[in-house]
């Protein structure tokens, strides 16, 4: 062969292998083989990748259908039965020859067992090996509500740890109390409150144990407030923060002490109780000297320090609540 009919036939081998080439790289058949995503009008589906592993959904193990998901069924030596199912509203897939079956609720596993038993039931197969793969995943939204950073819907794909939701929502405020309520709704409409304890920095495993489920709604509660009014010199309301617990003597504290015109001997607790109100001397001097054991005080006590020790006794417990509904609030270190 001369050297330029070498020359031809190189070129010509070029030329081919690069349409070649361009025809891989646009064909999604192809495509797929090479590890990509094959695109199609409805949906992308993620199709094997020989050049590395697939990322797969966190929580996926512990998914459970719901309506809205795409499921590509299989059953293993019947290649005519593989099919498409959508779980409908009422959380149901048709399948073919068997017609309904309820999966809402159930993990992959059951809900392949699921199938199965109906298709024996139905006498249509003997011992059918049913796989079901998520072809499209409707992620519920959960509420995360009250002293977060950042309160609003979150989208959750399986059940996930207490601790993890409230890191989606950007944590705790440190107006947090330590009440935080889960609100859940069941399959049958049957609404649930569940009260969860946790003080910032304390025990983390209440976290790590309570699951919050997609749908849920989770409530941070806001710290409990005490009123610290009188002869101090701050006196207003104070977030009973770091546990929810505040001492007559922490909260006088948190006040600044009491002024030089207090009568610290006596201080005065107004406390409601249902409709009305109750109220109770303290032996704050005793107290602020290891004397007497501190008293603590409940959400929305109004702790009342005296100018002097007669005007103890005259206090008058609706004045007492009305200054504090007036008062600054701040918040205890």
Same mark, same amino acid.
């Given at each position: 062969m001369s050297t330029r009919n070498k020359a031809m036939y190189a070129t010509l081998a070029f030329a081919a292998s690069a349409a070649l080439l361009a025809a891989q790289q646009n064909s999604p058949v192809v495509g797929a083989r090479l590890g990509e995503e094959a695109e199609t009008p409805q949906h992308r589906i993620a199709l094997p990748n020989a050049a590395g592993p697939i990322a797969v959904p966190e929580g996926f193990d512990k998914l459970r259908l719901t309506s809205g998901y795409l499921l590509q069924m299989d059953i293993y030596n019947v290649p005519e039965m593989a099919t498409e199912l959508r779980v409908d509203e009422k959380g149901f897939v048709t399948v073919p020859l068997i017609g309904a079956v309820h999966v809402t609720g159930d993990t992959l596993p059951q809900a392949q067992k699921a199938i199965a038993d109906e298709l024996v039931a139905k006498e249509i197969l003997k011992d059918p090996q049913v796989t079901l793969n998520v072809l499209q995943f409707a992620p519920t939204n959960i509420s995360v509500l009250g002293e977060v950073q950042s309160p609003g819907r979150v989208q959750l794909l399986a059940p996930e740890p207490l601790g993890d939701v409230l890191a989606? $929502?950007?944590?705790?405020?440190?107006?947090?109390? @330590?009440?935080?309520?889960?609100?859940?709704? $069941?399959a049958d409409g049957k609404q649930t409150s569940q009260h969860v304890e946790y003080v910032r920095g304390g025990d983390t495993a209440v976290l790590?144990?309570?699951?919050?489920?997609?749908?849920?709604?989770?409530?941070?509660?806001? $710290?409990?407030?005490?009123?610290?009014?009188g002869a101090v010199?701050?006196?207003g309301g104070y977030l009973m923060v770091n546990g929810g617990s505040l001492s007559v003597v922490q909260a006088v504290a948190l006040a600044g002490g009491t002024t030089l015109q207090a009568s610290a001997k006596w201080a005065v607790v107004v406390r409601r109780k249902g409709d009305s109100y109750i109220q109770? @001397? !303290?032996?704050?001097?005793?107290?602020?000297?290891?004397?007497?054991?501190?008293?603590?005080?409940?959400?929305?006590?109004?702790?009342?320090?005296? !100018?002097?020790?007669?005007?103890?006794?005259?206090?008058?417990g609706s004045n007492v609540i009305s200054a504090a509904t007036a008062a600054a609030i701040y918040r205890s270190q």
């Open positions: 989606l $929502a950007g944590g705790e405020t440190i107006a947090a109390g @330590k009440d935080i309520e889960i609100q859940h709704t $069941a790590r144990n309570t699951e919050i489920e997609p749908g849920d709604t989770v409530l941070v509660h806001r $710290a409990g407030i005490v009123y610290v009014l010199s701050r006196p109770f @001397k !303290v032996p704050l001097s005793k107290m602020e000297t290891g004397g007497a054991t501190p008293v603590q005080l409940e959400w929305n006590d109004a702790l009342y320090v005296p !100018v002097s020790t007669w005007k103890a006794v005259l206090v008058n």
